[in-house]
C-alpha cells in the first residue's frame, strides 16, 4: 500500500482511498505476473532518459506526457507505471482542495492576522491577495480560481480585467468581513471615504447594516482616535526629517462660506483657524551659522543699501521697457494648461496628481486661532512646535525661474509703493535684504532657495484648504474642523481606498477652441480690470509718481524739444518719461527720476520697519508679557508716524 493511502485510510477513513488501495494490490499483482516491478519501472524508464540524451544526444523532456508516449512507445510494460503515477497526483490534488465554507473559513483567519497582528493594509488587487494568501495555505488555490473562473473572464479587455482585479478583491474581503465582524480594516477605509465625502449619517448607518461599512458611533470613534494619535505621526515625520531642511507655511482659514442667520437660541459665529503646514525639502538643514562664521541674520535685519545696489545694477534698465517688449512670445498649449491647473485644487483631476497628494508634506496643526494681532504670531512661533529642527518660517511666492521671482517680487513691491499698500511696501524688502545679503555672503541658503524654490510656495496650505473646504460643512465647529483636518491629513498614509477606486478625470478645457476662447475672455477681463484702477485710483505710470512728472513733448534729461526739426531721435520709456537717444545713452539707459523715487521710497519704508521693530525690542526688554506687546501695537496703531493694522493682511508690516 502507497503511504498517501495508509495514511488516508488511517487517519482520515476515507473511503476513497480504500477503492484506490484495493486497485493498487490488483496493479502489484498484474505486475508480478507481468514480472515488471515498481523498481524495475524507475530502472528501465532511467535506461530509456540515459540512452535517449546522454548516447543520442537529443534535448532533454520537458512534459510528463511526452515523456510517457516515448517511454511507452519503447517498452508498453511501463504504461500502468505511468497511469498509476496520474491517479496518485489527482489523489493528491483531490486532497489538497477545501471545500467552499471551509476555505472561506481558513482565508478568514489569515485576514484577520495579517489584520490584526501583522497590522498590514489592505489588500486591494485579487492577483496580490490570490498570490499572499496562497503562499500561507496553498489549499486556498482553488477556492481562488473558482472565483475567478465564475466571472468568465477570457478573451475580455485589459481594462475589464483589471477593474476585475480590484472588484474580486473587494468581494473576498466582504465575504470574510461577514463570516467575522472584527474583520472591518475594509470596511473602515470605505467609511472614512464616504464621510470625507460628506454622507449623511443615516446613509453610514444603512451601509453597516448591509455589512460594507462600519457604524456611525464606530466611524466617530475611528476619527477621534486617529487625531489624538495625530501628534504621534507629526514626531514621526519630524523624526524622520531631522536632518533635512523644512518649510513651515503658516496661514489663516476662515469657515465663512455661507450666510449665517441666528437662531432663538444662539448666534452662529464663524471659525477663524490657523494652518501649520510643513513641508519637507530634499536638502540637508540649513545652519544658523556657517563653518566661516556667517550667520544666516543679517545683523543689520533690513539693509536698504544692499536693495539699493540690486535697483541700480541690475532692475532699472529692465524698467525701461514695457512687459510686452521683455516677455512676450507665444504660449504653447501644455503651458497654458499648466498655468491654469496651478490652483485647481481638485484632487481627482489628472494633472498635477502627484504633487496635490503632498506627500513630503504634514499638517502640523490646524488651531482655533485668528492670525489678527501680531501677538498671535509670536505665541505661535514660542509655544507650537518649538523643535530646534522648526527654525524658519518662508513667505513667497510660486516660481521657478529663480532671477525672473527675484525681479518679480521687486516689480510687486513698486506696485505697493505706487499704491501705497500700508502692508507690503515694507514686507518685499526684508525678504530681497535677506536674499542679497545671503548672495554677497555665499550662505548655503541661497542654494537651497534655488534648487527647491517650488517648495517655498503657498501652494501646499491652499492645497489643504480646499480638501478641508471641500470635506466639511460650512456649519462645522473649530473642534468640528480641526478633526477633520487631522483626519483628511492622515488618510493619505491610512487610507489607500480613495487612490484605488475613486475615478481621475481631465480637464475639460484642454481644447485649442476652448483655450482661445477663455485667452480672449482673459484678455477683455485685464482690460476692464486696468480700466477701472486707472479711473478710481489716479495711477499712472511709475514716472507720475516721481517729483519730477514727464513732460508731454520735452527730454526730461536736457529738457528740449523731443521733436526739434534736427531729426534727433526720441524715446518714451514704460515709465513715461521721454528722453533724446543721446541724452539716455548717457544716463546708461536708466531713468533716474525713477531711480531716485524708488531708492527714496527703500530708505524711508525700511527707516520705519527698523523704527518699529526697536520699539518692540525696548518693550520686549522691559517685560516679556503679552499685555506690554499689545500696548506698544496699540500705541504704533496711534502714531501718525507709524501704520494702522487694520486686518490680518498688516500684520507682516510690524512683524
Known sequence: MCLNCYNAIVVNGASTYVEHAAEWVIGLKRRRNDNISMVESISLLTNIIFEREVIGNEPPIVTFSQLKVIAV?????????????????????????????????????????????????????????????VAKDFRLSGFFDSIYNALLPENRSDKYL???????????????????????????????????????????????????????????????????????????YLEAKKDNALVLNVDDYHNIHTKRIPNTCSTSSAAHMTTLLLNGVDSMAIPQVTTGGISIHNPNLVDSNLICNFLDSIYM?????????????EVSLDKKLENMTLHKYDSRIQERWEERKMKYAILLDFLNQALKKLIHIFMLCNKQYSASRIR???????????KSYIEG????WCIFLQFERRNYNKAPLVFLSDIFYW??????????????????????????????RWQSSSIDTSQQLSKIAKVVNAKRDINVFEDTFVIQKKLTYADKDNMSLLTKKAQVFLLETFGKIYQRKKQMPLGFSSEH????????????LLCDGTGKSSVVIACGHGYHESCFTLLNEKCYHCENFLKLGIKNNVSSLLSQLSKLDKSKSKSKSESNLQEIIEADEDSLQNQRIENEDDILEVF
Open 73 to 133: 512507445d519503447k517498452n508498453n510494460q511501463l504504461g500502468f507505471f505511468f497511469n498509476e503515477i496520474e491517479a496518485m497526483d489527482e489523489l493528491t490534488a483531490s486532497d489538497n482542495n477545501l471545500s467552499w465554507v471551509d476555505s472561506i473559513n481558513v482565508l478568514t483567519k489569515l485576514l484577520y492576522d495579517r489584520e490584526k497582528n501583522e497590522k498590514e493594509p489592505i489588500i486591494y488587487s485579487f492577483k496580490q491577495l490570490r498570490r499572499e494568501m
Open 162 to 236: 483589471n477593474k476585475l482585479d480590484k472588484k474580486l478583491a473587494v468581494e473576498c474581503y466582504i465575504i470574510c468581513g461577514n463570516q467575522n465582524s472584527n474583520l472591518i480594516a475594509f470596511k473602515k477605509d470605505i467609511s472614512l471615504f464616504v464621510d470625507l465625502m460628506r454622507v449623511f449619517a443615516e446613509a453610514i448607518d444603512a451601509l453597516s447594516y448591509t455589512g460594507k461599512t462600519i457604524s456611525r458611533r464606530h466611524l466617530n470613534r475611528e476619527k477621534t482616535a486617529i487625531a489624538d494619535d495625530y501628534p504621534y505621526r507629526v514626531a514621526s
Open 317 to 329: 534698465n529692465r524698467m525701461a521697457k514695457t512687459f510686452y517688449d521683455q516677455f512676450y512670445y
Open 392 to 402: 524658519y518660517i518662508f513667505t513667497l511666492f510660486r516660481s521657478g525661474d529663480w
Open 409 to 412: 517680487v521687486f516689480q510687486a
Open 439 to 468: 548672495n554677497q555672503k555665499n550662505h548655503p541658503i541661497l542654494n537651497v532657495l534655488k534648487d527647491h524654490l517650488v517648495k517655498f510656495t503657498d501652494y501646499p496650505v491652499e492645497n489643504m484648504h480646499s480638501i478641508i
Open 549 to 560: 512728472l514727464p513732460s508731454s513733448d520735452k527730454c526730461d534729461q536736457c529738457h528740449g
